[in-house]
Nanobody
Framework: QVQLVESGGGLVQAGGSLRLSCAAS??????MAWFRQAPGKEREFVAH????????VYADSVKGRFTISRDNAKNTVYLQMNSLKPEDTAVYYC????????????????????WGQGTQVTVSS
């Protein structure tokens, strides 16, 4: 049974940092991604990391501030978020897709097969 469990969200002041974790179970060899969804908005791509090698891709809105990484031994993906802004406030979701699948567009939510329950990130001004 495939399962993704996010943690690490919370309330932080603008300019602060948070690290999100996504613990995966029930599978191996998956590409992983982070998306976020603010109230009243569509789910938005944040970052993607391939299975092997670890190639990371970021949305322009977070490039230079966020870092996605993975520890395959722990089956965990991380999102280090620095220089947080109020507009980063959202529920953050991790997503997974088997590494053998060729994605037409890594930034499209429907390309991913599995999702976590989400973790709330709130950035105060």
């Amino acid at each position: 049974q495939v399962q993704l469990v996010e943690s690490g969200g919370g309330l932080v002041q603008a300019g602060g940092s948070l690290r999100l974790s996504c613990a995966a179970s029930g599978f191996i060899n998956y590409a992983m991604a982070w998306f976020r969804q603010a109230p009243g908005k569509e789910r938005e791509f944040v970052a993607h990391i391939s299975w092997s090698p670890d190639i990371a891709v970021y949305a322009d809105s977070v490039k230079g501030r966020f870092t996605i990484s993975r520890d395959n031994a722990k089956n965990t993906v991380y999102l280090q978020m620095n220089s947080l802004k109020p507009e980063d406030t959202a529920v953050y979701y991790c997503a997974a897709v088997p590494s053998y699948k060729v994605l037409s567009t890594i930034s499209i939510a429907r390309e991913y097969d599995y999702w976590g329950q989400g973790t709330q990130v709130t950035v105060s001004s």
